[in-house]
């Protein structure tokens, strides 16, 4: 098992900036990717931003320029900086990674954490 802790959320203003943090244990996967999730009440959790772990990234429309993800592989940890917050990234941020063994993949999940940005 690969497990994922969050930390970094909280409430800001509108405008403000958060750091999330998602640490990974140590396993015998491999791991492919590491990408941030979200999920506003009432919506279906939609893909943030995402890092391989050769260091590409790919990011959702709606946070390109504002939101910047990085890894830190000595501490297998991958950072989501979120700059000029705004009311609608309100939402439970969850981490994600896909991981494989053996030529299988798996999906691996964080516990969330809440961003709330207030206007």
């Known amino acids: 098992q690969v497990q994922l802790v969050e930390s970094g959320g909280g409430l800001v203003q509108a405008g403000g900036s958060l750091r999330l943090s998602c640490a990974a244990s140590?396993?015998?996967?491999?791991?492919?990717?590491i990408a941030w999730y979200r999920q506003a009440p009432g919506k279906q959790r939609q893909l943030v931003a995402g890092i391989t772990s050769g260091g590409s990234t790919n990011y959702a429309d709606s946070v390109k320029g504002r939101f910047t993800i990085s890894s830190d592989n000595a501490k297998n940890t991958v950072y989501l900086q979120m700059n000029s917050l705004k009311p609608e990234d309100t939402a439970v941020y969850y981490c994600?990674?896909?991981?494989?063994?053996?030529?299988?993949?798996?999906?691996?999940w964080g516990q969330g954490t809440q961003v709330t940005v207030s206007s």
């Open positions: 994600y990674a896909e991981g494989s063994r053996d030529y299988v993949a798996y999906d691996f």
């Open positions: 140590k396993s015998t996967f491999r791991i492919n990717v």
